[in-house]
């Protein structure tokens, strides 16, 4: 395996853990920083910690989408020439 696909290997991990991370952490940061309105959800200040960690985890997502989108492109292409 090159250095590059290594580290491509690596940061995509990191992205995805992040992400991963995140997402598992809203549910407990809402419920503790934020208000729960019945029928509404929970609400909480912008810029605060649940915030912060919705917007981490769907940059993370995104993320990792086009990473999986973009990377197959090369991938197919140079397996069909091959």
């Excluded at 995509?12 to 940061?29: D, F, K, R, Y």
Aim: charged share 5%; hydrophobic share 50%.
């Amino acid at each position: 395996m090159s250095s590059y696909a290594r580290a491509a290997t690596i940061v995509s991990g990191g992205i995805l853990l992040t992400g991963a991370g995140a997402t598992l952490l809203v549910p407990l940061a809402m419920s503790t920083f934020g208000t729960i309105v019945s029928g509404v959800g929970t609400i909480h200040a912008a810029g605060g910690v649940a915030a912060t960690l919705q917007s981490t985890a769907a940059a993370c997502s995104f993320s990792n989408a086009m990473l999986v989108g973009v990377g197959s492109v090369p991938i197919k292409y140079i397996k069909s020439n091959l």
